[in-house]
């Protein structure tokens, strides 16, 4: 089985910094795209940031140049560093993994458990 393990969500003024991390562990083959994702209540997840394979990122409009997504690939971990942040950057944060268990196995999507993140103005 596999698991994605979230940490470094917080409360934290506005203008401040957080750092979140995901950490898969198990049987993994080989891992793809590894994105963040977060959900404000009543609203819909949305697509935070995006990190290819190649090392390509992707950024939401609303986090770019704020917010820089990275991985170490012998950890099999995942961050999001995130500075000035603002009040409507309050959210559950998911990270989301797409992973091949097996040579025989297709890729998968795999979750975290979500880690809150607010933001005080």
């Known amino acids: 089985q596999v698991q994605l393990v979230e940490s470094g969500g917080g409360l934290v003024q506005a203008g401040g910094s957080l750092r979140l991390s995901c950490a898969a562990s198990?049987?993994?083959?080989?891992?793809?795209?590894m994105r963040w994702y977060r959900q404000a209540p009543g609203k819909q997840r949305e697509l935070v940031a995006a990190?290819?394979?190649?090392?390509?990122?992707n950024y939401a409009d609303s986090v770019r140049g704020r917010f820089t997504i990275s991985r170490d690939n012998a950890k099999n971990t995942l961050y999001l560093q995130m500075n000035s942040l603002k009040p409507e950057d309050t959210a559950v944060y998911y990270c989301?993994?797409?992973?091949?268990?097996?040579?025989?196995?297709?890729?998968?999507?795999?979750w975290g458990q979500g880690t809150q993140v607010t933001v005080s103005s």
């Open positions: 989301n993994f797409l992973i091949r268990r097996s040579i025989t196995l297709d890729f998968a999507d795999y």
């Open positions: 198990g049987r993994i083959f080989s891992i793809n795209a």
């Open positions: 990190l290819t394979t190649g090392g390509t990122t």
